[in-house]
């Protein structure tokens, strides 16, 4: 029978810092503002004939990496039924609820993303990292993203399912 083992990655420098809103509904979101969003991980993998079963600094690149992409930016989510986001010269136009605002091009990220949430932040990740694990013998791969200590939010894979939870 094949041994799994489970590594936890959960690095203070895993971090992002990032102006967002949450959108509750069409007509309901929250005010600009900015969280230190920090970013962990727990990979299962097989265990190899040497005695470990993934070389967690591959991974820790890789998470590093991802959240050097997000730090200080404002984020956008580019697939919210409730705002459209234009571009407008060198700034997005965002129109939510009736009302317009401009972002600069330059400082914003817009997000194949429905919402600003920890979880779709998560799910954003775990895609990423996904992409860039493929091919690596994972059995699963977790992300998890919050926005501060106690709120988080996380999204999993399996390959036994090949589902995203
Ligand atoms: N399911 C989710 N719900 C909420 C999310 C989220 O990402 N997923 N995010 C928010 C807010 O953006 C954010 O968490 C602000 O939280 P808030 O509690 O108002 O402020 P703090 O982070 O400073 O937390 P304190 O408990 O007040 O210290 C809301 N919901």
């Given at each position: 029978m094949e041994r799994l083992a489970t590594l936890y990655i959960d690095k203070e420098s895993h971090k992002f810092s990032a102006a967002h809103y949450t959108i509750f509904s069409a007509t309901e979101r929250e005010r600009l503002h900015g969280h230190n969003f920090s970013v962990s991980a727990m990979i299962a993998a097989p265990m190899g004939d040497n005695g470990?079963?993934?070389?967690y600094n591959v991974y820790k690149r890789r998470i590093k990496g991802l959240c050097d992409e997000l730090d200080e930016y404002m984020v956008l989510p580019g697939?919210?039924?409730?705002q459209s986001v234009v571009e407008d010269g060198d700034n997005y136009r965002v129109s939510f609820n009736g009302e317009d605002m401009w972002f600069l091009r330059s400082d914003t990220l817009v997000l194949?993303?429905?919402?600003?949430t920890v979880e779709e932040f998560a799910h954003y990740l775990l895609r990423r990292m996904l992409e860039e694990s493929a091919?690596?013998?994972?059995?699963e791969l977790e992300i998890c993203v919050a926005s501060g200590p106690g709120q988080k939010g996380s999204a999993r894979w399996s390959a036994m399912d090949e589902g995203i939870a």
């Open positions: 470990f079963a993934a070389d697939h919210s039924p409730y194949p993303i429905v919402n600003s091919g690596e013998a994972l059995a």
